[in-house]
């Protein structure tokens, strides 16, 4: 390694080793980051209340999707709900997979990230949150009636309320009983559902370790929930597709907010945290921060001998060139690199 290689690159307090990527410069505390995840999730909530919309354009907007799919031949809803009402041991696991899931798997990854991918946590929950917040956005501008809300007519079976008796859910959402007139039952557009399951394989898929069980499961799980969400007649396949974009735009826009959350941070006086990438290595839950090698101390990693710095009887430093003396010369006439005389 070249001098400068070894004076620049970054290392850490606790090995002294040098490191390729940079981690935060303030160590996030689960007491910060809960109360920002409930807090964002709380507005959530009452931006799903606050949305309900008009139900005959909510109900127009259904059928819209509806007339779109029939016409690009992407009607899948009719025979998975069909097959899910007809098939009691697919549509009872499918209702508790909706109904459950979404609320264990994602804050699952979230708390796994947080302990065991400290460098990787804070960009995936800054994804994860804007994403919902564009979903939001799109429940207050364009409410949307589920298939299972529709006239019985255009030949959806809710099934979680056909299957009821067999779970904790009641006949008007996937709420527990009594508090589905708590939800929005008009935000279907778009399933954040499938955007949340999405997020949960590229975590897995990126971070999950790389074997063949954790990426089957990687790309099963959002694969399956866009199933189970159009055969319970939750949602429509574009329902689906729009989950998956909101995903991409939150993705694209992470960067920014994190800039903005630092700026903003700044601003304030508080200490700001380098933002983790999806890509390289991790740091190891619990090491100290780096910081480069031209502030640390620079006898603690310098390749080069200090000049005060001398070697025993017929020893030399390895790789030293050895410069012969002319004849005659006296040995403190050799140079520097010249071997010790022997005693």
Same mark, same amino acid.
């Given at each position: 390694?070249?001098?400068?290689?070894?004076?620049?690159?970054?290392? /850490?307090?606790?090995?002294?080793?040098?490191?390729?990527?940079?981690?935060?410069?303030?160590?996030?505390?689960?007491?910060?980051?809960?109360?920002?995840?409930?807090?964002?999730?709380?507005?959530?909530?009452?931006?799903?209340?606050?949305?309900?919309?008009?139900?005959?354009?909510?109900?127009?907007?259904? @059928?819209?999707?509806?007339? &779109?799919?029939?016409?690009?031949?992407? *009607?899948?809803?009719?025979?998975?709900?069909?097959?899910?009402?007809?098939?009691?041991?697919?549509?009872?696991?499918?209702?508790?997979?909706?109904?459950?899931?979404?609320?264990?798997?994602?804050?699952?990854?979230?708390?796994?990230?947080?302990?065991?991918?400290?460098?990787?946590?804070? !960009?995936?929950? /800054?994804?994860?949150?804007?994403?919902?917040?564009?979903? @939001?956005?799109?429940?207050?501008?364009?409410?949307?009636?589920?298939?299972? @809300?529709?006239?019985?007519?255009?030949?959806?079976?809710?099934?979680?309320?056909?299957?009821?008796?067999?779970?904790?859910?009641?006949?008007?959402?996937?709420?527990?009983?009594?508090?589905?007139?708590?939800?929005?039952?008009?935000?279907?557009?778009?399933?954040?559902?499938?955007?949340?399951?999405?997020?949960?394989?590229?975590?897995?898929?990126?971070?999950?370790?790389?074997?063949?069980?954790?990426?089957?499961?990687?790309?099963?799980?959002?694969?399956?929930?866009?199933?189970?969400?159009?055969?319970?007649? *939750?949602?429509?396949?574009?329902?689906?597709?729009?989950?998956?974009?909101?995903?991409?735009?939150?993705?694209?826009?992470?960067?920014?907010?994190?800039?903005?959350? #630092?700026?903003?941070?700044?601003?304030?006086?508080?200490?700001?945290?380098?933002?983790?990438?999806?890509?390289?290595?991790?740091?190891?839950?619990?090491?100290?921060?780096?910081?480069?090698?031209?502030? !640390?101390?620079?006898?603690?990693?310098?390749? &080069?001998?200090?000049?005060?710095?001398?070697?025993?009887?017929?020893?030399?430093?390895?790789?030293?060139?050895?410069?012969?003396?002319?004849?005659?010369?006296?040995?403190?006439?050799?140079? #520097?690199?010249?071997?010790? !005389?022997?005693?």
């Amino acid at each position: 390694m070249s001098q400068t290689e070894a004076t620049e690159a970054p290392v /850490t307090r606790r090995t002294g080793a040098p490191v390729t990527e940079g981690a935060p410069n303030a160590r996030l505390r689960w007491w910060t980051e809960l109360p920002l995840i409930l807090l964002v999730y709380g507005a959530y909530s009452a931006g799903r209340l606050l949305a309900r919309g008009d139900t005959a354009h909510a109900v127009d907007h259904g @059928l819209e999707l509806l007339r &779109i799919e029939k016409a690009l031949w992407l *009607n899948a809803e009719h025979p998975l709900n069909r097959l899910f009402t007809r098939e009691p041991w697919i549509g009872i696991p499918a209702d508790f997979w909706y109904a459950s899931l979404h609320y264990l798997v994602t804050p699952a990854l979230l708390i796994w990230l947080f302990r065991s991918r400290t460098v990787r946590y804070r !960009a995936a929950r /800054t994804w994860l949150l804007t994403s919902t917040f564009i979903g @939001l956005v799109g429940f207050t501008l364009l409410p949307t009636c589920p298939p299972r @809300l529709l006239d019985p007519s255009h030949g959806f079976v809710d099934t979680m309320a056909y299957y009821s008796s067999w779970g904790w859910w009641g006949g008007e959402a996937s709420a527990p009983r009594g508090l589905g007139g708590m939800t929005n039952q008009y935000a279907a557009m778009p399933s954040l559902h499938v955007g949340w399951a999405l997020w949960c394989g590229v975590i897995l898929w990126r971070f999950g370790g790389g074997s063949r069980l954790v990426r089957t499961a990687a790309v099963a799980y959002p694969l399956i929930t866009t199933i189970v969400v159009m055969g319970t007649a *939750n949602h429509y396949f574009l329902d689906a597709v729009a989950g998956a974009a909101v995903m991409g735009a939150g993705l694209l826009l992470t960067p920014l907010v994190l800039r903005t959350a #630092d700026r903003c941070r700044t601003a304030l006086g508080l200490r700001t945290m380098t933002a983790g990438r999806f890509d390289g290595g991790d740091r190891p839950h619990g090491e100290e921060p780096v910081v480069p090698a031209t502030a !640390a101390s620079r006898g603690s990693i310098s390749p &080069i001998v200090s000049g005060g710095c001398q070697t025993s009887p017929g020893e030399r430093i390895p790789r030293q060139r050895i410069i012969e003396p002319e004849p005659g010369a006296a040995p403190s006439q050799a140079g #520097d690199g010249a071997a010790a !005389a022997a005693r």
